[in-house]
């Protein structure tokens, strides 16, 4: 009597799932290995699951496609029950389906993923102390260094409303010399695109937002006007040739107004992209989305905006931006904006904490085998450098990990 015997299931590679199983049974007794069972269809064909054909145990050993398991029964001749090996199929998939499975998962995420890093200006703006200015020009340059693509700079508004980036000449003055990084700057009127175009800017960026009460008390317009405003500034920086970026905030929700329709967020999208913006990044600027959020959002702008002029902005307030940026890129977006560190925040919303730590993407990214030719370990460092000025922790959980086992490996030496 065999108490244990060890049973491999192999699916035909021309069959369809969950109809046609090939099944065979290997059993390993006093003597020796044999097949006890070949079938076709196990729920149409029960009856052939019996005794052994006779045939040799290495046709089994020559399939490729198995899912092994561990069954018991009382005697060699006992029938394997229509019931369990019914069970039994569902559990095991063939290495067919796994394939498929993984291909629906994986198989729209792009190959290179481009990271607009945004820390030295969306990330720092609101710190209530002042950063020293070359404090800021060293953080771009270790950001650049680590093969960052674009690096958002500064932003050239009122001193009054941001007191924190005053300095946004001496910035661009500062990294000008820099290659292989693009450093676009925001400009949220006229008299800011002309600045920036004083200081040599080559690229920036307005802000919109698809939520009426953010727009009034974060730009002090509503969204019409403030379209009107960017429309304005998109055809002066056409005659310059000079890229405009479009940020829309509160594409999920909003700390005022909660739930944002994605109606909305697609009108914003749609205006932005007539006016001839070149990238449309679209903002969790309180951080609430999750996947259930983002999807009809996304589906929403798709329908007025292509697909390759789309990036996504999430912050963590919730823990659900890596979940939303890996839904983005399920569907098809292959632009991330980040925070080094995790830098950043909204002003007019309570309790909301940061950007999605830079550091993190990155890691995410590398395991998921999508190319972004930023060197993780310079980024850590960048991170590092940063959190010790504003007296704090990273914000970013991958960092902090990996800084400890990098310090780790040193001591060793």
């Not at 290179?112 to 953080?139: A, M, S």
């Not at 589906?299 to 890996?326: C, M, R, W």
């Not at 960048?382 to 780790?408: C, E, M, N, V």
Request: aromatic share 6%.
């Amino acid at each position: 009597m065999l108490s244990e015997s060890v049973y491999r299931l192999s699916r035909l590679r021309s069959v369809q799932p969950r109809k046609h199983f090939s099944i065979f049974a290997l059993c390993s007794g006093m003597g020796g290995e044999k097949i006890i069972g070949n079938g076709g269809d196990a729920r149409s064909c029960p009856e052939q699951f019996g005794k052994g054909d006779g045939k040799e145990a290495s046709l089994l050993k020559s399939e490729t496609n198995w899912s092994s398991f561990k069954f018991s029964f009382g005697r060699e001749s006992d029938f394997v029950g229509f019931g369990t090996v019914r069970a039994l199929t569902r559990h095991f998939s063939s290495q067919h389906e796994a394939i498929d499975i993984k291909h629906k998962l994986m198989g729209s995420i792009p190959k290179f993923v481009k990271i607009v890093e945004v820390g030295p200006r969306d990330g720092l703006q609101n710190e209530k102390e002042i950063v020293p200015t070359n404090v800021k020009v060293d953080l771009i340059k270790m950001l650049a260094s680590s093969g960052l693509p674009v690096v958002e700079a500064t932003s050239f508004v009122s001193p009054k409303w941001v007191p924190q980036l005053a300095d946004s000449k001496d910035v661009m003055l500062a990294i000008r010399d820099i290659e292989h990084c693009r450093f676009p700057v925001l400009t949220p009127n006229m008299k800011g695109f002309e600045a920036a175009l004083a200081s040599g800017a080559k690229e920036v960026a307005v802000f919109a937002a698809a939520s009426e009460s953010f727009s009034r008390s974060n730009i002090n317009c509503s969204i019409v006007d403030s379209l009107a405003r960017y429309c304005e500034v998109a055809l002066a920086a056409k005659e310059h040739s000079i890229p405009v970026r479009g940020y829309i905030s509160c594409v999920v929700g909003c700390p005022v107004e909660g739930a944002v329709p994605p109606s909305k967020v697609a009108y914003v999208a749609e205006e932005l992209y007539k006016m001839g913006c070149s990238e449309i990044s679209l903002g969790d600027t309180i951080g609430v989305g999750t996947p259930g959020s983002v999807i009809p959002m996304l589906e929403a702008v798709l329908n007025v905006v292509p697909l390759e002029k789309l990036a996504v902005h999430f912050h963590d307030t919730y823990g659900q931006a890596l979940s939303n940026i890996l839904l983005s890129l399920q569907m098809g977006i292959s632009t991330v904006d980040s925070s080094i560190s995790g830098l950043g925040g909204c002003p007019y919303a309570k309790g909301s904490t940061g950007n999605v730590a830079t550091e993190d993407v990155v890691y995410m990214l590398n395991g998921l085998g999508v190319q972004t030719n930023v060197d993780l370990e310079k980024l850590i460092w960048a991170g590092d450098y940063i959190s010790k000025h504003l007296g704090r922790s990273s914000g970013s959980k991958a960092a902090t990990a990996l800084r400890r086992r990098i310090l780790a490996n040193a001591s060793k030496l």
